[in-house]
């Protein structure tokens, strides 16, 4: 079985640039997570999509970040524009239910300078 | 406000020893807890969990114990082995919230052969 696929793997941008993540599940996932992980910090939940409609996205910043899951499968999130501060590692999961356990990308580490 | 704590930033264990790594929350509703690892350059992985029916479950070398009254769970690891040197997260959902899963900000282990 394929696992959660991320690109890409390494981005540096200046700040006020735009950038985007992409993801793809494990097929058959409908449950669908992006985090933001700080150095030194567990991974903090953006936005969590149940198929394609958005379940929780209380912790997404949404003047400058946001997300879309196309036709329940893929996933893109975009940042624009870029701050200090959004450097992290971003990390995208998938699971077969809500309650489950949850299945993990490698994570796009961006570097904002 | 840090609702799952991990006290521990980092813990030396010898190998074939127990290894214990101690999580706390402070949300009464969490019904659902989980603990990952994660190795450097890749996301987490699912190691075990735990409903909050149950006070103990058990995986092979791996045990979680959860003390509800003390809104407390630990990991034990026996034997420890150099392989399991890891970045722990503990993690807890509850259904009231869409059961979002909250990270704690994660142990690293190392088991010193």
Redo the contacts between chains.
């Keep these: 079985e394929a696992g959660v696929a991320q690109s890409p793997r390494y981005k540096i941008i200046e700040k006020r640039q735009s950038v985007a993540f992409w993801c793809n599940p494990i097929s058959g996932h409908a449950t669908l997570y992006w985090y933001q992980q700080i150095l030194g910090q567990g991974p903090k939940l953006l936005i969590q999509f149940q198929n394609n409609g958005v379940v929780d996205d209380s912790q997404l910043p949404k003047d400058r970040f946001s997300a879309e899951r196309l036709k329940g499968v893929d996933s893109t999130l975009k940042i624009q524009p870029a701050k200090l501060e959004d450097s992290a590692v971003y990390l995208c999961a998938s699971s077969l239910y809500v309650v489950n356990e949850q299945y993990f990308g490698p994570g796009t580490r961006l570097t904002v300078t | 406000d840090q609702q799952?704590k991990q006290n521990s930033p980092s813990l030396s264990v010898q190998e074939g020893r127990i290894s214990i790594l101690n999580c706390d929350y402070t949300n009464s509703m969490f019904d659902?807890f989980?603990w990952?690892k994660k190795y450097p350059?890749?996301?987490?992985?699912?190691l075990i969990?735990i409903s909050s029916i149950k006070d103990k479950n058990e995986d092979g070398r791996f045990t979680v114990f959860l003390n509800k009254s003390a809104k407390h769970l630990s990991l034990h690891i026996v034997p420890s082995q150099p392989g399991d040197s890891a970045v722990y997260?503990c993690?807890a959902?509850a259904?009231t919230?869409?059961?979002?899963?909250?990270?704690?900000?994660?142990t690293s282990l190392s088991v010193i052969p």
Excluded: H, M, N, R
């Design positions: 799952v659902y989980l990952y350059a890749e996301g987490p992985t699912f969990s997260f993690a959902s259904k919230s869409y059961d979002k899963v909250i990270f704690g900000p994660g």
